[in-house]
């Protein structure tokens, strides 16, 4: 069974191209590489043994999809490819919206064209908003507060609607929690452009010594040590989530919290990550960060229930694994 991974040489896209070919399926990236490199292609094929076919190619542009779809016959497909900074989409909402609705668009027409059914969707906990904790799938969602939630709620929105109209449709809108960690081998991880605005990345790189310390977003919140709250999950739990779905999904549309259901504070991360690694992490406290929330889980039982998928990997784990990738990157 063939899959196309969009978005396949990114962060969780790699990560689920592993997923899948150690499952037993053929996989075909289309990515761009707006924002990830060739070498990750190798570096799966290195990790899999298999072999990958890639197409660089943007895939909001229908006549190069279409040419994809054309060679191959796919089995389902699942789309990671998306813009995903939430302080750039506030400053380029354009690109954004374009870019994550129109590739979920041109995605959908092709899958009807050429008959491919299964369709699995790259969702955010962000879509939630300020819900009461733990988020649970059936939640009236609260409108977005910047361009990029907005376009993961239009995206959930146009494959919902697709599906309906295509009563043969499979889909699976899953919404990840915080994803963090690496493949074991540390050959493939998260690598953010610039300084990175998520607290992992940011914290394995003050250990590694690029960033002098790690500024903590407040310490004011109604948390157990008062800094947020969130749901880390370990990337490569998240890659087999994707293999599960794929095969577990039946005809209509189906959300998934793919999270672990526990929530871990930012002091209680940072601690995490010195009892893994032995690195301890100068920290100050700053003013809360704009936009952020206090807290964000999930409830998982619906994908227990129905998947039969449960996240399996600890937070001292995802601290391992995150930092062994980091101290073996260069450049
Ligand atoms: P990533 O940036 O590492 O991967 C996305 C990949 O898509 C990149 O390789 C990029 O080059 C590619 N891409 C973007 N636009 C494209 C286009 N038009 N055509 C072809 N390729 C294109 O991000 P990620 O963390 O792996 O996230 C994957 C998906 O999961 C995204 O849709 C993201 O919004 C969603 N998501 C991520 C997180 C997270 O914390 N990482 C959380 C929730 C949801
Ligand atoms: C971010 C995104 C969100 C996305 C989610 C999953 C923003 C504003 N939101 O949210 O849309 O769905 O990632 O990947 O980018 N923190 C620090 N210091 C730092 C960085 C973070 O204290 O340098 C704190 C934050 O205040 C937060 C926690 O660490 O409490 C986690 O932050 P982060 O990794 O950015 O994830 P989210 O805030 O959940």
Redesign the pocket.
Known sequence: MKILVTGGAGYIGSHTCVALLEAGYEVVVADNLCNSRAETIERIEEISGKKVSFYQIDVTKEQLVEEVFAQHDFSGVIHFAGLKA?GESVEKPLEYYYNNTVSTMVLAKMCQKYGVDRFVFSS???VYGENKVPFVETMPLLPATNP??ATKAISERILTDVAKANPNWSVALLRYF??VGAHESGLIGEVPTGIP????P?ITQVAKGKLPK????GNDYPTVDG??V?DYIHVMDLAEGHVVALEKLTSGVHIYNLGTGQGTS?LQLVQAFTEATGIEIPYEIVDR?P??IAV?YADVSKAERELGWKARRSIVDMCRDAWNFEKNFTS
């Open positions: 939430v955010s906990a962000t990029y939630g915080n994803p605005n998520n607290l992992m940011y790690l500024r903590v977003y800094t947020g969130r930012v960060r936009g952020d964000c």
